[in-house]
């Protein structure tokens, strides 16, 4: 040991090797992984260890253990949530309050939306334009607009093309929608107004624009001054709530 850190578990050193042989594989989200035999063979490891290991990679959502005769470990396409479960913790034991996520948000959306126009699918860029036909079918439906209003940025993210984006965008997303302190989502619900949502839908449809026009700074110059009308409404509308910490235990 150096510096006072502790060795590795055996089960997460297993956990390692198995993801290691995934990506030496290629395995895809839907592979199985190696039965559990073969898997005690290859490692030289016991039956506990082996199974700490894929409880570990389960709990991270990478894996599914998949029950009878013909089951076994299965390689997911893991899901955001995992990560915004860690977060919510970490920004816990931090104190962080609400305010750190708007400030996040502000500093990573404006560029994930010049990367999408530089990136993005002409499939996902339709998937976003059948976003604000829903937003404009559903304005007084709470929510769906609000899901779309989630989606839309999602896509965004994940049409960066990069994963790490997609991720940490999807999450804090997540989180805005699963909290107490969520003001677009829960706090404010059917009390947020028309022209509010209306704005928003203004937003989406001029940054949207500028993505199918492949507009990289058009798309991060809207983008941030959407994030950015965001900030002001919330700043005016419910102050208290930004230094509101947010509470892994009170994730719904």
């Not at 959502?61 to 009878?68: D, N, S, T």
């Not at 829903?134 to 999602?154: E, P």
Request: hydrophobic content about 40%; charged content about 30%.
């Amino acid at each position: 040991m150096t510096n006072g850190t502790r060795p590795p578990k055996a089960a997460m050193l297993v956990a390692q090797r198995i993801m290691r042989d995934v990506s030496r594989d290629d395995l895809h989200p839907g592979d199985m992984l190696l039965p559990e035999r073969i898997m005690l063979e290859k490692y030289e490891i016991g039956r506990g260890t082996l199974r700490e290991a894929l409880r570990l990679l389960e709990f991270h959502g990478v894996i599914a253990l998949k029950p009878g005769p013909k089951g076994g470990p299965v390689l997911l396409d893991p899901d955001p949530s995992h990560l915004a479960s860690t977060m919510l913790l970490l920004m816990q034991v931090k104190q962080a309050p609400f305010r750190a996520i708007m400030e996040v948000r502000a500093t990573l959306e404006p560029k994930t939306g010049a990367l999408a126009a530089e990136r993005m699918s002409d499939d996902q860029i339709a998937e976003l334009g059948r976003c604000l036909a829903d937003m404009r079918d559903h304005m007084d439906d709470d929510y769906i607009f609000f899901d779309t209003n989630q989606r839309f940025h999602d896509i965004i993210a994940w049409g960066s093309g990069n994963a790490l984006f997609g991720y940490i965008v999807d999450s804090l997303l997540g989180i805005l929608d699963g909290t107490v302190a969520a003001v677009d989502y829960s706090a404010v619900g059917s009390d947020y107004p028309q022209r509010r949502r209306k704005a928003i839908l203004k937003a989406h449809e001029e940054i949207y624009a500028m993505i199918a026009a492949r507009d990289a700074a058009g798309a991060e110059a809207r983008m941030q001054e959407h994030i950015d009308a965001y900030v002001r409404y919330v700043e005016r509308k419910h102050p208290k709530l930004l230094e509101q910490t947010i509470r892994w235990d009170a994730r719904s």
